[in-house]
């Protein structure tokens, strides 16, 4: 598949362009392309009318193309003026900070940018840390400047921040890319949009007075959802098992409150960014919430570690499987005994009981239809869904009661996503499923209820049945 | 546009020095104990101060360099045994071959500080693990020593005369050589380290290389360059340790714990919980003036293994508290 095709982007001098799409869609491959990251197969680039080739970071950077990506590439225990100038300081060998920290100084007065750049970067807030970025940048003389989803990590006062620097910026000539998902942002400080989906450019839109939300979200969908899931519960669902109250943590979001049953699959939708991610560790034990209580079973917890979640019949099957998922060279059956060692273990000096494992292992194995030729191969072989599978066999044989699923099928192929979603609907008939996902086809697909959550707010809970796709991305791109 | 970025700073301050200063405290209050707990003359003299700087003075040399090469990430834990081997080698050249020993001492060093090469090679270009790297060098570097010197400590006609005598054992004045040249290096190195755009480079490769990186430093050169940097020293260090009468094989043992001990503690002084230049000398002085307290006491060796033990402990706990509480940081708000 091919991630780009044949895309076509203008952007005018002193012109903030947003790019627009979903996960996927092709907007961070175009940026990779134009700072260095990754080379194009075809096409041109031109920069004041003049052909540019981008082959290296150098070469961006060269050009006067600089990218401010969401986790700022800084030294955090150096100052902000030591970052501004890192790598770019004068020829001589001996550096001189007075002149550093004056040079950075003036720039960021230059640019009527209001930040200490004595103070260290470790010590700064995350808004701070994206304009030093920015006049680093600014530092090399770039003229277009590539902002990859800025604001998802900020708060409104700091968004309000960061959109007053781009309007100065704006004013000296400076273009600005601006890679986002969020509607609103789009209506306050951007100029024109170029909608993405698929890998292609859709659309382009002058912003104007102001763009409909519901058109873009329109655009940005684009097909209608494929006849691609299990049937949906017809059950009546069960009372609460688990639910949360008032559930918080501080800079990802904030009063969160869900409630799991059985027989039912809730849906979490959110963009990346949103809180979902980090709503999916708390449920697990992994991040201490700020404020709110998990309710389990009418009981309320407070899980310390996610082994006093799995001891409490939670599991969850991570975002991200490869770091958080499984231990890549170890076995199938040791992986999936992994959370539950317990129940292959003797209880003298516990000792594993090889048959026992063995037999425990084969049996997931085929349950699941996990595509392996024994059960002694190394999870890194085998293929994306089959991970998945093998992560989601380790879940099963915890026999818990509430399994919380994140992202489950990123990187996973179409076969082996229809057996995942099979899974899934099998669980809920015993268990309560939570599905966290910034795929909305596979929420609404999937989900019995949907559950909306913007910029760590939950925007919407409702019958899934009793929404359309179209206004569940409304709620989750637009004004919080 | 005033939107409070200025974070307000008086209580900053306080805990600042506190926590940035809290080395010179210790040192002040073990200079206490000691002063009080013996009798008046034998610890807390002139002679005894300046005694206990040189020897400060003398294994910080040994162990500046290893101080960069752990703020930028890496470890060298061959040190100790490079310093065996020019300590050695230099021996067996002045006694068997017959050169002349300033010659013999260069000649030492400079074969010395080719291990620092060859582990900056091997991390740099092989991209491995320095940790890994320098256990194995420090390996050969040993029985090498321990060849050349068949097995045995060499003792060495010293000729009182020499450069590298004079600057190793001399005085000026009542001042010891050694104890001016440490600190001139310490104070060349310090500026190095802060106003240069080669010590900025060692402590931002250390903190994020991939920022490193994409700023367009260059990175295998520092590293290598470091690397030498590191050996040379202990190679240097080796030298001086033969210059006091005889060159053995297993001194690389002894200055193991104490060395990273110093480097540790002074991680804790004046740069937040990185090693650094002056830390380094400062935790060697703190070493240098409890062994020679505890010595006078009369307190058993194993007393003083345990409180260095203890000191490194310290030391690196403070260290990783102070990154820890950067890393929750981080966490929190990506």
């Keep these: ?480 | 546009m005033n939107n409070g970025l200025q974070g307000n700073k008086g209580n900053d301050i306080i805990k600042k020095i506190l926590t940035n200063y809290m080395l010179l405290f210790i040192i002040a209050g073990i200079f206490i104990v000691f002063t009080i707990r013996l009798p008046s003359g034998s610890f807390a003299s002139v002679s005894n101060i300046l005694k206990i700087f040189q020897v400060g003075s003398v294994y910080s040399i040994v162990i500046l360099g290893v101080t960069w090469v752990i703020s930028m990430n890496e470890i060298d834990t061959s040190f100790g045994d490079v310093a065996a081997f020019s300590s050695v080698f230099s021996a067996v050249l002045i006694m068997q071959v017959g050169l002349p020993p300033n010659l013999a001492i260069v000649i030492a060093i400079l074969t010395g500080s080719l291990f620092g090469i060859i582990n900056g090679i091997l991390v740099t270009k092989a991209k491995l693990n320095s940790l890994i790297v320098t256990i194995a060098i420090s390996g050969i570097a040993k029985a090498i020593a321990y060849i050349l010197g068949k097995g045995s400590s060499v003792s060495v006609k010293q000729d009182r005369t020499q450069f590298f005598y004079q600057l190793c054992q001399g005085a000026t004045g009542i001042i010891p050589n050694i104890l001016i040249f440490g600190v001139i290096l310490v104070v060349v190195m310090i500026l190095i380290q802060e106003k240069t755009k080669f010590g900025q480079y060692i402590y931002a490769i250390g903190d994020n290389q991939e920022a490193a990186n994409v700023a367009g430093i260059n990175i295998t050169k520092i590293k290598l360059i470091v690397f030498f940097i590191s050996s040379f020293f202990a190679a240097f260090g080796g030298t001086m340790m033969m210059l006091r009468g005889a060159a053995m094989p297993t001194i690389g043992s002894n200055l193991f714990l104490e060395s990273f001990t110093k480097i540790f503690i002074g991680a804790t002084l004046y740069k937040l919980g990185k090693t650094n230049i002056l830390g380094t000398f400062v935790g060697a002085v703190l070493m240098a003036m409890l062994v020679n307290g505890l010595a006078k006491v009369g307190a058993p060796s194993y007393m003083q293994q345990i409180i260095t033990g203890i000191l490194l402990i310290f030391g690196v706990a403070i260290t990783s508290v102070l990154q820890r509480r950067r890393q929750r940081a981080l966490t929190l708000e990506e």
């Design chain 1, 1 to 480: 598949m091919q991630a780009l095709d044949n895309v076509e982007l203008m952007v005018k001098e002193g012109e903030v362009h947003a790019l627009l799409g979903m996960n996927g869609a092709g907007k961070s491959t175009l940026v990779k392309i134009l700072s260095g990251v990754y080379t194009k197969d075809s096409g041109r680039i031109f920069i004041d009318g003049k052909e540019v080739f981008i082959n290296h970071a150098q070469d961006a950077m060269d050009c006067g193309v600089a990218t401010v990506y969401q986790h700022p590439q800084l030294v955090y225990t150096f100052t902000g003026y030591e970052n501004i100038s890192l790598g770019e300081e004068s020829r001589s060998f001996v550096i001189n900070r007075d002149i550093m920290r004056k040079t950075a100084q003036e720039l960021a007065k230059e640019y009527r940018i209001n930040i200490d750049v004595t103070k260290m970067v470790g010590d700064m807030r995350p808004v701070e840390r994206e304009l030093i970025c920015i006049l680093n940048a600014l530092s090399k003389k770039s003229k277009i400047l590539i902002l990859d989803e800025p604001t998802s990590i900020l708060t409104e006062k700091e968004i309000e921040i960061l959109f007053d620097v781009i309007r100065e910026l704006k004013t000296k000539g400076v273009s600005i890319i601006f890679v986002t998902h969020r509607l609103d942002e789009v209506n306050q400080i951007c100029d024109k949009i170029t909608v993405f989906r698929d890998g292609k450019n859709i659309q382009s839109l002058e912003v104007g007075k102001g763009l409909d939300s519901s058109y873009i979200a329109e655009l940005m969908l684009g097909r209608k959802l494929e006849k691609f899931y299990p049937p949906k519960s017809t059950d009546q669902p069960s009372e609460v098992v688990l639910a949360t109250h008032g559930l918080s943590l501080e800079r990802r979001f904030v009063d969160i409150s869900l409630s799991a049953r059985k027989n039912e699959i809730l849906g979490v939708f959110g963009l990346v960014g949103s809180g979902i991610d980090e709503l999916s560790k708390v449920l697990f034990g992994a991040v201490k919430p700020s404020e709110g209580t998990i309710i389990l079973n009418g009981e309320g917890k407070k899980f310390r570690s996610p082994n006093d979640a799995i001891k409490n019949g939670i599991f969850l099957v991570p975002g991200d499987r490869q770091t958080e998922g499984y231990v890549g060279d170890q076995s199938v059956e040791n992986n999936i005994t992994m959370a539950k060692m317990n129940k292959v273990t003797y209880k003298i000096f516990g000792l594993i009981n090889a048959g026992a494992k063995k037999k425990d292992a084969l049996k997931m194995v085929e349950d699941l239809s996990i595509a392996t030729p024994t059960v002694k191969k190394v999870v890194a072989e085998l293929s994306g869904g089959n991970q998945q599978k093998v992560v989601v066999a380790k879940g099963l044989y915890t026999d818990a009661n509430v399994y919380v699923f994140c992202e489950p099928t990123v990187g996973v192929d179409v076969g082996a996503k229809y057996s995942i979603y099979e899974i899934m609907r099998q669980l809920s008939k015993t268990s309560a499923v939570i599905l966290i996902s910034s795929d909305i086809e596979e929420i609404y697909g999937m989900a019995d209820r949907v559950m909306v959550i913007n910029q760590g707010k939950m925007k919407v809970e409702t019958k899934t049945n009793e929404i359309t796709m179209n206004t569940i991305l409304v709620h989750a791109v637009s004004n919080a």
